[in-house]
């Protein structure tokens, strides 16, 4: 919506920031081809021209078509049809930007009385938290298309980055759902996963609505104790795991005579389900933060028995941060590699045990595929988490439904 309270600003002004950030993006595409200041320089100045032509056209979306029309046919003349599909994302953006700042629509959304530093750093703390976020994200971007490499290879073929079909193949996918190793190993992380899910969730919830009670004694220092494992560094939590847990199965072995393969699974199992307790007990304390006693006490007055009152009234009302506790012990069980090296065997190898042996032994590229796997569906379970937390919040009443 075009916007008639606020002046437009001088071109000298959105040449200048235009230039800034197309300076930045030329410090990339110029690293990328071997030289970071030539790129700085081009980009810069190709930007300062555009926010000084752009501006004087009547026709806005004329002159965003023309900017995206220039970034393809830059992109197709330095690096074909992958930097034409960037420039007509570039293209668009720049397009929209320098109208942005022109006509000074970035005040927008702002309170009239902002000054001029103050929206400064407004959009400066957006770029901050930007960059942290491309930071992290970049390294599992570029994970998911290497995993379609055709190439038994760790790096982008030149075929990949022409975007040639030749180049892409689901043969790393079919390794993984075909070779014997890589599904002994996940079909252990399935068995182990969820149980270990099911006793961590168990005894967290019991824990954090124990540690809820106001005249339990000593209840900062139990608590403490409880997430510890999420503290304390994994190397020396294995360690001793390995020293507790190599007891209790020549106990279970030697005296009860139970296999030493079932045993194996046992001390995986509790090891991981002792990871997964803190993240149980962490998000059902905060989910009990806003829980109303009086149900209970109602509960008690009308001749409910506590076990009655737990499942009839509690457990509805915490029970989004309790599949949110649940979610999270699944995926430090699932993912965690360092304690299953300690304390299981080769028969209780799950699948990060198997993609670091992958790393380790014989450099195979399947991990790429089940890297890719695993990030969908901790995209899946924490999505999940965030739509429990919502829903949680509104049966608390913390925000409109």
């Known amino acids: 919506m075009k916007l008639t309270t606020i002046s437009r600003k001088p071109l000298s002004f959105v040449a200048a920031t235009t230039a800034a950030v197309g300076g930045l993006l030329g410090l990339f595409v110029g690293t990328a081809n071997g030289s970071g200041a030539i790129g700085i320089l081009a980009g810069g100045a190709l930007l300062a021209v555009l926010a000084l032509i752009l501006p004087r056209f009547d026709n806005e979306a004329l ?36 109208f942005w700042l022109y006509e000074g629509r970035y ?38 298309p290497l995993s379609f490499n ?30 014997n190793e890589w599904q002994r ?18 005894l967290g919830t019991l824990a954090a609505i124990g540690l809820s009670q106001s005249h339990v004694p000593g209840r900062r220092a139990i608590m403490a104790i409880l997430i510890s494992p999420m503290i304390v560094p994994l190397i020396i939590s294995a360690t001793g795991m390995f020293f507790f847990y190599s007891d209790i199965g020549n106990f279970l072995e030697g005296t009860v005579g139970l296999g030493k393969n079932f045993v194996g699974y046992v001390k995986v199992i509790l ?55 649940g979610l999270f012990a699944f995926i430090t069980s699932f993912d965690e590699v360092v304690v299953v090296l300690f304390v299981g065997s080769a028969s209780q190898k799950t699948l990060p045990w198997q993609m670091f042996t992958g790393l380790r032994e014989q450099i195979s590229p399947t991990i790429l595929a089940v890297a890719t796997i695993l990030v969908v569906i901790s995209i899946a379970l924490l999505t999940t988490v965030e739509l429990l937390r919502r829903r949680s919040e509104r049966l608390r009443g913390m925000s409109p439904g």
């Open 63 to 98: 002159a965003r078509w023309l900017t995206v029309g220039l970034f393809i046919l830059l992109g197709s003349l330095f690096g074909g049809l992958p930097l034409m599909l960037l420039g007509i994302f570039v293209g668009w953006f720049f397009g929209w930007f320098i």
């Open 107 to 144: 005040r927008a959304k702002l309170p009239p009385y902002a000054t001029a530093k103050q929206v400064l750093w407004h959009y400066t703390f957006r770029v901050i938290c930007g960059a942290i976020f491309i930071f992290l994200i970049t390294p599992i971007i570029v994970v998911m």
């Open 150 to 179: 055709a190439e038994d290879f760790f790096t982008f073929t030149p075929e990949m980055l022409r975007l040639d079909p030749d180049g892409y193949s689901l043969k790393h996918y079919r390794d993984f759902f075909t070779n």
């Open 185 to 202: 190993s996940f079909k252990n992380s399935l068995i182990i996963a969820p149980i270990a899910t099911i006793i961590s969730v168990s």
């Open 271 to 325: 090891a991981h389900a002792v990871l997964g307790i803190p993240f149980v007990i962490i998000t059902v304390t905060a989910t009990l933060v806003g829980f109303d006693r009086s149900l209970t006490r109602a509960a008690a007055n009308m001749g409910a028995n506590p076990v009655t009152t737990f499942f009839r009234v509690q457990m509805p009302l915490i029970l989004p941060g309790v599949i949110s506790g």
